[in-house]
Structure formats: structure tokens, C-alpha cells
Nanobody, 115 residues
């Protein structure tokens, strides 16, 4: 059974950086596409960044140029480097593994950007 555990969230001031990590277990991590999503209070969950098994990336327009997704297949981990954070980036961030039969989600990690 695939399990995903996110870490790295916290409270930061506008303009600061955070790096989120998502450690996967229970599956062949390297063959699946991965993604980071976020959900702010009262809003729908949205895709933030995605990375294919071959390393191709895709970003939401709102984070392009500020966020970078990467993966380390040897460590079964996907990362989200978030720079120049804004208050509107405040949300719970979720990691997702897109397998061929279903999506697996982590429990989420809170990111709060506030002065």
C-alpha cells in the first residue's frame, strides 16, 4: 500500500522560502507521475506543480518562476521549493502520486505566509 508523508510546512513572512518534502513508501516510486496540490480555506483544491516519471514539469500560472518541483527517485521523495512566498500561497499543501489505477494522497502540511 502506497503511503505519502509530507513535511516542511510552517509559518513564514512574505518573501521568504520553504521547501516541502514528500516521502513515498510501498510502491515503485520512480514509475509514477507526482504532484503537489494545495487547498486554502473555502477554496477548491488546486494543482500547484507536477512532475512526470521522466522529470518533465508543469506549474500553475500563479507559482511559475517562484516554485520548483523536483524528485529524487533513489530517496523516493518529491520536493517543492517555494521562493518569494506570498500571503495568497497560504494553504494546506498535499502530495499526490498518480498511479495507473488511482491517486494516493498524503495527509497535508500547512503553509502560512503572514507578516
Amino acid at each position: 500500500q502506497v503511503q505519502l508523508v509530507e513535511s516542511g510546512g510552517g509559518l513564514v513572512q512574505p518573501g521568504e522560502s520553504l521547501r516541502l518534502s514528500c516521502a513515498a513508501s510501498g510502491g515503485i516510486f520512480s514509475i509514477y507521475d507526482m504532484g503537489w496540490y494545495r487547498q486554502a480555506p473555502g477554496k477548491q483544491r488546486e494543482m500547484v506543480a507536477a512532475i512526470t516519471r521522466s522529470g518533465a514539469t508543469n506549474y500553475a500560472d500563479s507559482v511559475k518562476g517562484r516554485f520548483t518541483i523536483s524528485r529524487d527517485n533513489a530517496q523516493n521523495t518529491v520536493y517543492l521549493q517555494m521562493n518569494s512566498l506570498k500571503p495568497e500561497d497560504t494553504a494546506v499543501y498535499y502530495c499526490c502520486l498518480h498511479s495507473w489505477t488511482r491517486d494516493y494522497w498524503g495527509q497535508g502540511t500547512q503553509v502560512t505566509v503572514s507578516s
